[in-house]
Structure formats: structure tokens, C-alpha cells
């Protein structure tokens, strides 16, 4: 029953991709948690979207995630991500993880109900009023906040909807000026059409997923936009063939009820763990209304892989 635009206040955590990692979801929860109450219970979340691929507990995240927005229904915002469409979902192995779990049929009954949910999905969330929450990026076709809300719900495939497209697909590009075609789906977008849109969405700021970060977080425009992700040790396909895993961070945003942010990072070990990291340093001068957490990975230049 939401709208393609939800929103939510002040102050929240935002999570990046998940990509099927149920520990790290779960140690998402837990790191929020205030005076033994686990995140969900203290906390509002808004999820990017990417909650399932090719790792091997995709339903256990999606099962989680619907059963805490059924109960948290004005703190639990899931938006929809390009995962979260049949025939990706499909390719990832979703309806293979639940025929080996239920057998055929029943199995192909359950992929194609959930498949029917992720339809239901919002495409954006504004949390405060400042800052857009999408899991893949802008489009030339948005030029207001009410474009989003004209976005048919359920929408089975999002393809057959620019806009919806490009929210889902959609990935900055350095150097770039304006829009261009991006291969499959979606557009690359430059620094002065994020720019051109923000103003015309009254944002701040965008908060985005859809790529794979080495630091699990990175900077694009100046500040002005953030992708998130939130699965460390990512086993993309490539390095799956090769039979390991990559060695990225995963992070998840915090934003403050005077709407300052600051990250909370998994880190990698060589045995496989993680541990968790926060840094929170004083931003650019010309961001005032912000705050970050940072190291020096951080001021690498942006860059990444989606889906």
C-alpha cells in the first residue's frame, strides 16, 4: 500500500546492498542497538534494495526484512532494488535457493510470490526532507518529486518504465557531462545534470547502492551523493569463478536527528572475519550540514560494479 515515495525523519540508519550476506544484515541491526535492544527495535532503516544474489542466504534476508516491515511498518522502509526483479532475481539463483529448499513446485511457488511483493516495492525514500534515497541513481525523465509518485504500482518490469528504470539501474560516471546510455539498462550520469536534478528535487544530498565500493561507501559530486554497500567480502561473479571473494568493506550510513552522517563500516580480515570500524571527522567547508566518517581509502576516486 506505500507510494513509489516514501519518507521518513530524522534520525535514521541507511544500509546499502546486502546481497544475500544474513550475518552482516543481522550485524547491521546490531550495531545500532541501544541498551541491549537490537536496531530494529530503536532505530529507523531504510534499505537500498540488493537484498538478494548469489549468496546462499538470500531468503533468509528477504524473510527477515518482510517479517520487520510487517511488524515495524514506520521504521522499516525497503526500497526496491534491480535485484529485486524476476528474471534478475532468477539469474542470481533466488527461485534455485527455494526449490533446494522446497522442491519444485512449491519451491517455484514461493520465487514467484515473493516476486510478486518485490512489485509492491517504493523506488525512493526522502528521509528528512533533504536527502533522496534510491538504489540506483537519477534520470533525465525526473525533473520533480512527483514524478516518482506517478510510477505504477506494481510495476512486474520495471524496464518498461524509464524512469523506473533509471531509479533502479542508473550509475554516476566521472568526467562525464549530462546523461548517456548505460548497457543493459539505465543511464550514466555526469557531476552537473546530479547537480541540475538536485535543485530541482530541493536535495541536498543523494544516497544511493546498486555498486560494489571497495570502502563500502563512496563520494561522488562533491559530497552530494553517497553510494553505499553494504556487503563485505562480496563474491562477485568474477572472482567467484576464480573461487574467492572480494576483499571490500561493508558500510551503513547514520544520519543524526540535526541530520549529520557518519558511517559504520564491516572490515575484512584475512581469515575471512570482520570486525566493525567508525571514524567521524569534520567535513568540506562548503558542506556544513554534513558530517563523514572517513580513512584513506575513502579519498579514492569513486568507482565500482552493479548489478
Not at 139 to 167: E, N, Q, R, W
Not at 257 to 283: C, T, Y
Request: glycine share 8%.
Amino acid at each position: 500500500s506505500e507510494p513509489p515515495l516514501v519518507h521518513c525523519p530524522f534520525p535514521c540508519v541507511v544500509v546499502g546492498d546486502i546481497r544475500g550476506q544474513f550475518t552482516d544484515l543481522y550485524r547491521f541491526f546490531s550495531f545500532f542497538q541501544k541498551e541491549k535492544k537490537p536496531g530494529w527495535l530503536c532505530q529507523r532503516y531504510v534499505f537500498l534494495g540488493g537484498y538478494v544474489d548469489r549468496a546462499k542466504q538470500s531468503i533468509e534476508c528477504v524473510v527477515l526484512l518482510f517479517l520487520l516491515k510487517i511488524r515495524f511498518p514506520k521504521s522499516i522502509f525497503l526500497l526496491r532494488g534491480s535485484n529485486e526483479c524476476k528474471n534478475v532475481s532468477r539469474e542470481l539463483g533466488f527461485r534455485q535457493s527455494w526449490e533446494e529448499r522446497l522442491g519444485q513446485d512449491q519451491g517455484r511457488d514461493m520465487f514467484s510470490m515473493f516476486n510478486e511483493a518485490f512489485t509492491h516495492l517504493p523506488f525512493a525514500c526522502i528521509v528528512g526532507s533533504t536527502i533522496l534515497c534510491v538504489h540506483g541513481g537519477i534520470s533525465p525523465k525526473l525533473t520533480s518529486l512527483d514524478d516518482i509518485m506517478k510510477i505504477p504500482k506494481p510495476l512486474v518490469d520495471p524496464t518498461t518504465d524509464v524512469l523506473a528504470c533509471d531509479l533502479l539501474w542508473s550509475d554516476p560516471m566521472l568526467r562525464l557531462k549530462g546523461f548517456a546510455p548505460k548497457s543493459p539498462h539505465g543511464v550514466n550520469f555526469g557531476e552537473d545534470v546530479l547537480s541540475s536534478t538536485m535543485k530541482k528535487l530541493k536535495v541536498k544530498m543523494v544516497v544511493r547502492g546498486h555498486q560494489m565500493m571497495m570502502n563500502g561507501f563512496s563520494k561522488f559530486g562533491e559530497m552530494s551523493l553517497i553510494t553505499l554497500f553494504s556487503a563485505p567480502s562480496y563474491a562477485t561473479a568474477t572472482v567467484s569463478q576464480r573461487g574467492n571473494k572480494a576483499n571490500n568493506r561493508g558500510s551503513a550510513m547514520y544520519i543524526n536527528k540535526e541530520g549529520k552522517i557518519g558511517f559504520k563500516m564491516l572490515v575484512p580480515h584475512g581469515d575471512g572475519e570482520v570486525s566493525a570500524q567508525k571514524k567521524v571527522v569534520r567535513i568540506h567547508e562548503h558542506c556544513k550540514d554534513y558530517e563523514e566518517s572517513v580513512d584513506d581509502e575513502s579519498k579514492k576516486s569513486f568507482g565500482g560494479s552493479g548489478q
